[in-house]
């Protein structure tokens, strides 16, 4: 269901792999060759310049293994989620504030009209003040009695006006709090994620990238996997992901070396709708948008193909292997170096 990645004579699709410099991922680290230059210039220098004693220069640190870098990836994404649960909670607190205050508002809009319709109960009741219809009426104290009511009903209502007003403020006031925290939650959360993506990079680009338990994955797989799950959850409702497998399919590929994955679009094996379509195209994206950071060497979708090495030809067509997943019309696959 892949690509053979080898460039020996039985692969039906040799015409997809021109002859490439050597892989990014074969060799030294990423970093490593994006310093040729300065690392060329600074010993230039140094040869230019006195040599400092022994004691002066700094020991280098030692490089982390893989376990480490993987605790420090689990350590940063509890934090990260951490965080983003808390951010959620402080947006999910201003909103309640938010509506609160607009309910709060249509109740002092109501208690208002009643006043209005209560003044002008008073005032139709004679077509008087109340004060003169003690003159023109034949029962004074009928209106005066009337008055006090409708006096008292309308003082009540202002009251519950101002208490109400206050409630406004108040709810607009938590409401104004919550965000300023959420904006200090979402300024801690880009900073972890940074730190998340710099992990992510070390272990993308650490040497040691063997097959290993519990799911016969490289390092390097392992975390692309689990960062697409992050992203887009279990996929369960299209049939899930696959990756290790002893047998390559169709070509030798990355499969058996524990280093591609399938993530399925359709779990039917047919031809997907155009929302399952787009999730897969949302996925294969992502990989693109991510492959150089993450190691990722080619993507294959809808019987096109991806590769990081050839990126500026975009996607290409393959070639009709003759049904629906392996023209990878109902999944996703993305190999890695």
Not at 268 to 273: A, K, R
Request: hydrophobic share 30%; aromatic share 6%; glycine share 8%.
């Amino acid at each position: 269901m892949d690509v053979a990645d080898d460039r020996t004579g039985g692969d039906p699709y040799a015409d997809f792999w021109a002859p490439d410099p050597p892989c990014p991922r074969e060799g030294a680290p990423r970093a490593g060759r994006r310093r040729g230059l300065g690392a060329v210039l600074a010993a230039a220098l140094l040869a230019a310049s006195p040599i400092a004693p022994a004691s002066a220069v700094p020991a280098p640190r030692p490089a982390e293994s893989l376990d480490e870098l993987q605790e420090r990836a689990d350590r940063l994404s509890d934090d990260y989620n951490g965080e983003l649960r808390d951010m959620e909670a402080v947006f999910e607190d201003a909103e309640k504030a938010q509506e609160r205050a607009d309910t709060t508002r249509e109740e002092v809009e109501d208690a208002r009209d009643q006043v209005r319709q209560l003044a002008i109960a008073g005032y139709t009741s004679s077509g008087l003040e109340p004060s003169l219809t003690v003159f023109v009426e034949e029962d004074p104290q009928r209106l005066i009695d009337q008055a006090q009511i409708i006096g008292h009903l309308s003082g009540n209502h202002q009251a519950r006006i101002d208490d109400l007003e206050k409630a406004i403020e108040r709810d607009e006031k938590a409401s104004d709090n919550a965000r300023e925290k959420a904006e200090k939650v979402e300024e801690d959360l880009e900073e972890l994620e940074e730190r998340r993506e710099e992990v992510q990079g070390l272990i993308a680009d650490h040497p040691e990238q063997e097959m290993g338990p519990p799911d016969n994955l490289t390092p390097r797989t392992r975390q692309m996997r689990d960062l697409v799950r992050e992203k887009f959850g279990d996929n369960k409702e299209h049939g899930g992901y696959g990756c290790y497998r002893p047998d390559g399919g169709y070509v030798v590929g990355e499969h058996p070396k524990g280093r591609a994955c399938d993530f399925m679009v359709d779990k039917n094996g047919q031809m997907p709708s155009q929302d399952q379509i787009d999730h897969g195209w949302d996925i294969a994206h992502w990989a693109q948008d991510n492959a150089e950071r993450l190691g990722i060497m080619y993507v294959i979708y809808r019987q096109q193909i991806w590769d990081v090495r050839r990126d500026s030809e975009g996607w290409r067509d393959m070639a009709d292997r003759g049904s629906i997943t392996e023209n990878h019309f109902d999944h996703v696959h993305i190999s890695m170096f």
